[in-house]
């Protein structure tokens, strides 16, 4: 292959580093080598969006451990470099080896967001691969999906010929090396085609082959039935985990970009998984079950990427990173073995029922950085309705003693729209800013002072796929907007500063999360008539998305807005997460009720991971 020439065009591009590639630490091959497989790992959003996602930089290095296998990584190009691209006829390339990726054997996109989906599409047209999968020879490159939205693929099912299901260290890698084995036989001067491909690695656990599986549908939309329609295919594709996360690789050779991206730091995980069980979050349910690295593992990783990387942060990553069963004595070692570097500690997941001072002044030795904690809602029965396992005294303990250790502002993240959700829960909010303002005055004598502020940030509910939450339907345009008014008016105050989150980008999520197949046809019209980049404001086009559901006689409200019943079939309840659809709905009719379900680190709550083969954890 030949490397695409972009002298002429990257001094007319904003950020022309984002496209060079040779960054430090990056994995460079032999690409004349013929029996060399090629690897594409896309992420469908910019560059620095792109190159702060960890999961990436595991893959990266994961693959790269095969000699015979070279991963490149593919972003998407910015507006400004995708004109000039498509002007001067030059097809998407890998940064690694500045090559088109229309002849690798793999091109991957990492599934984070919903509101990415069409730029995959464009990613894929920029590339020369032809969108939809039925329409893809064997010359053609196999398009891969993965990460969380993949556990509902469903709406992207016309475009994918496999979905990785679970974390993808070894999964990829298998895949992968069923590819090389199936290679050496030269199959296709033998008659094979690419569905006996597909029909070999569908038997491998974590994998789905969308095309296997067929739905049917009642006269009112709803799914009537699921048909799998290859004898080979499981019934029902179940996820992979790590059992073992001290055995797995770890990038302690990180890539270390030439321009600043959203995270530039040392990540640091943890472990995976999480027992808190909150109603709405969906990582808390697909990661399950939780698994730990020792403190021994992590002292190794770390002192070699910052060997490595010559970062001056860590920022220690899980889904409740306080959770750490050692978070005490990882904290010490690092703040112990590296602040005299000037090395600072981060924990950008905070809980507030289990805020340690000890920790956060141990932090805050080498520079202090922000304090965000989440109540999620603003009234104790809401908490109690979301499973969320905080009170109003976790708040006032927590933020009195940061204010005590010398900080002067916090942000406050709630989300708005929840089920079952009232305008006395909203007035918890603004009662909840108050009191911090008040705890601050107490602190310092009954005085503000002038850095002193608080921020309170609500998002808006989108019901998720394998959630006990799963069967409800967000709030309407009309409800949210009336509820971030009511707000605005509440939260008037100099000391507090009040953010939202657009709803009609929420809305879009929230009709992907839980859509169908039929949802594939509105994905192609929206890009063909230019949809891209929606996650970004400024490209966000609201009035476009409805006019692509109008054209295609689709209702997002269907999708969006719908109760749905127990005994609807789900677009996704084929899936095995581990998690069981009966303890869903368990802890679905505990909401209603405000009943709280225990962590579960203290004893099991039955959610089927435990019993189920996909593995124990610290279950």
Same mark, same amino acid.
């Not at 179940?238 to 690789?249: P, V």
């Given at each position: 292959?030949?490397?695409?020439?972009?002298?002429? @065009?990257?001094?007319?591009?904003?950020?022309?580093?984002?496209?060079?590639?040779?960054?430090?630490?990056?994995?460079?091959?032999?690409?004349?080598?013929?029996?060399?497989?090629?690897?594409?790992?896309?992420?469908?959003?910019?560059?620095?969006?792109?190159?702060?996602?960890?999961?990436?930089?595991?893959? &990266?290095?994961?693959?790269?451990?095969? =000699?015979?296998?070279?991963?490149?990584?593919?972003?998407?190009?910015?507006?400004?470099?995708? =004109?000039?691209?498509?002007?001067?006829?030059?097809?998407?390339?890998?940064?690694?080896?500045?090559?088109?990726?229309?002849?690798?054997?793999?091109?991957?996109?990492?599934?984070?967001?919903?509101?990415?989906?069409?730029?995959?599409?464009?990613?894929?047209?920029?590339?020369?691969?032809?969108?939809?999968?039925?329409?893809?020879?064997?010359?053609?490159?196999?398009?891969?999906?993965?990460?969380?939205?993949?556990?509902?693929?469903?709406?992207?099912?016309?475009?994918?010929? @496999?979905?990785?299901?679970? =974390?993808?260290?070894?999964?990829?890698?298998?895949?992968?090396?069923?590819?090389?084995?199936?290679?050496?036989?030269?199959? &296709?001067?033998?008659?094979?085609?690419?569905?006996?491909?597909?029909?070999?690695?569908?038997?491998?656990?974590?994998?789905?082959?969308?095309?296997?599986?067929? !739905?049917?549908?009642?006269?009112?939309?709803?799914?009537?039935?699921?048909? +799998?329609?290859?004898?080979? #295919?499981?019934?029902?594709?179940?996820?992979?985990?790590?059992?073992?996360?001290?055995?797995?690789?770890?990038?302690?050779?990180?890539?270390?970009?030439?321009?600043?991206?959203?995270?530039?730091?040392?990540?640091?995980?943890?472990?995976?998984?999480?027992?808190?069980?909150?109603?709405?979050?969906?990582?808390?349910?697909?990661?399950?079950? %939780?698994?730990?690295?020792? $403190?021994?593992? /992590?002292?190794?990783? +770390?002192?070699?990427? %910052?060997?490595?990387?010559?970062?001056?942060?860590?920022?220690?990553?899980?889904?409740?990173?306080?959770?750490?069963?050692?978070?005490?004595?990882?904290?010490? !070692?690092?703040?112990?073995?590296?602040?005299?570097?000037?090395?600072?500690?981060?924990?950008?997941?905070?809980?507030?029922?289990? !805020?340690?001072?000890?920790?956060?002044?141990? @932090?805050?030795?080498?520079?202090?950085?922000?304090?965000?904690?989440?109540?999620?809602?603003?009234?104790?029965?809401?908490?109690?309705?979301?499973?969320?396992?905080?009170? =109003?005294?976790?708040?006032?303990?927590?933020?009195?003693? #940061?204010?005590?250790?010398?900080?002067?502002?916090?942000?406050?993240?709630?989300?708005?729209?929840?089920?079952?959700?009232?305008?006395?829960?909203?007035?918890?909010?603004?009662?909840? #800013?108050?009191?911090?303002?008040?705890?601050?005055?107490? @602190?310092?004598?009954?005085?503000?002072?002038?850095?002193?502020?608080?921020? $309170?940030?609500?998002?808006?509910?989108?019901?998720?796929?394998?959630?006990?939450?799963?069967?409800?339907?967000?709030?309407?345009?009309?409800? %949210?907007?009336?509820?971030?008014?009511? /707000? +605005?008016?509440?939260?008037?105050?100099?000391? *507090?500063?009040?953010? &939202?989150?657009?709803?009609?980008?929420?809305?879009?999520?929230? *009709?992907?999360?839980?859509?169908?197949?039929?949802?594939?046809?509105?994905? /192609?019209?929206?890009?063909?008539?230019?949809?891209?980049?929606?996650?970004?404001?400024?490209?966000?086009?609201?009035?476009?998305?409805?006019?692509?559901?109008?054209?295609?006689?689709?209702?997002?409200?269907?999708?969006?807005?719908?109760?749905?019943? &127990?005994?609807?079939?789900?677009?996704?309840?084929? *899936?095995? +997460?581990?998690?069981?659809?009966? !303890?869903?709905?368990?802890?679905?009719?505990? #909401?209603?009720?405000?009943?709280?379900?225990?962590?579960?680190?203290?004893?099991?709550?039955?959610?089927?991971?435990?019993?189920?083969?996909?593995?124990?954890?610290?279950?």
């Amino acid at each position: 292959m030949v490397k695409v020439d972009l002298g002429k @065009i990257l001094k007319k591009v904003e950020k022309p580093a984002r496209y060079l590639g040779n960054e430090t630490n990056t994995i460079h091959k032999d690409t004349n080598d013929e029996n060399l497989i090629r690897y594409a790992h896309c992420f469908p959003d910019v560059y620095e969006v792109g190159m702060s996602h960890l999961g990436s930089h595991i893959l &990266y290095n994961s693959l790269n451990q095969d =000699e015979d296998v070279y991963c490149e990584r593919v972003y998407a190009p910015s507006v400004d470099m995708e =004109e000039k691209m498509r002007e001067n006829n030059i097809p998407l390339f890998a940064l690694e080896s500045r090559e088109a990726i229309t002849n690798f054997d793999f091109v991957v996109f990492s599934l984070q967001y919903e509101l990415c989906y069409t730029n995959i599409l464009n990613m894929l047209d920029l590339a020369n691969i032809p969108l939809l999968s039925k329409d893809r020879d064997e010359k053609c490159p196999l398009v891969m999906v993965g990460g969380s939205c993949a556990y509902n693929v469903e709406p992207m099912a016309d475009f994918v010929d @496999i979905a990785l299901l679970g =974390e993808g260290e070894q999964l990829n890698r298998e895949v992968v090396r069923a590819y090389i084995d199936w290679m050496k036989t030269d199959p &296709y001067k033998n008659g094979k085609t690419k569905r006996d491909f597909l029909e070999l690695v569908s038997e491998i656990d974590g994998v789905y082959i969308p095309s296997f599986y067929e !739905f049917e549908y009642n006269q009112d939309g709803t799914i009537s039935e699921l048909k +799998v329609v290859n004898e080979k #295919a499981p019934k029902n594709p179940r996820k992979r985990i790590i059992t073992d996360m001290d055995a797995i690789e770890y990038p302690e050779k990180m890539i270390v970009p030439f321009i600043e991206t959203i995270h530039d730091r040392i990540v640091l995980e943890l472990f995976r998984g999480c027992t808190r069980g909150c109603r709405f979050c969906q990582a808390g349910m697909i990661y399950r079950p %939780i698994r730990e690295k020792t $403190v021994d593992r /992590l002292k190794g990783i +770390v002192d070699n990427m %910052i060997k490595n990387t010559g970062y001056d942060e860590i920022s220690l990553s899980s889904l409740s990173t306080s959770d750490y069963s050692h978070i005490e004595e990882i904290t010490d !070692f690092l703040v112990d073995e590296y602040a005299s570097q000037n090395i600072g500690v981060s924990l950008p997941s905070l809980r507030l029922d289990n !805020f340690s001072m000890e920790i956060a002044e141990k @932090i805050q030795q080498v520079r202090k950085t922000g304090l965000t904690f989440a109540p999620e809602a603003g009234s104790q029965r809401m908490r109690d309705v979301i499973n969320k396992g905080v009170t =109003e005294e976790d708040l006032r303990n927590a933020v009195g003693k #940061a204010f005590q250790m010398g900080w002067n502002s916090v942000k406050l993240y709630f989300m708005i729209g929840l089920p079952t959700e009232t305008y006395e829960d909203l007035d918890g909010i603004r009662d909840l #800013a108050y009191e911090v303002i008040d705890i601050y005055r107490d @602190i310092n004598g009954g005085k503000l002072r002038n850095k002193f502020g608080v921020t $309170v940030s609500t998002s808006t509910f989108v019901p998720k796929a394998f959630t006990p939450f799963q069967w409800h339907g967000q709030d309407t345009q009309d409800e %949210i907007r009336e509820k971030q008014k009511y /707000l +605005v008016g509440r939260l008037r105050n100099g000391n *507090i500063k009040y953010n &939202y989150h657009e709803s009609k980008s929420s809305l879009m999520e929230a *009709i992907f999360s839980r859509g169908d197949r039929k949802l594939g046809k509105v994905l /192609l019209e929206a890009f063909n008539n230019g949809s891209k980049f929606d996650g970004w404001s400024e490209h966000f086009d609201f009035d476009r998305w409805m006019k692509c559901f109008d054209v295609c006689d689709l209702d997002p409200s269907f999708y969006a807005h719908r109760e749905r019943s &127990y005994e609807e079939i789900l677009p996704w309840d084929h *899936i095995d +997460v581990g998690v069981t659809k009966a !303890f869903l709905i368990r802890e679905n009719e505990k #909401a209603k009720n405000n009943e709280l379900t225990e962590d579960c680190r203290w004893g099991c709550k039955g959610c089927g991971v435990n019993v189920n083969d996909i593995g124990r954890g610290l279950c």
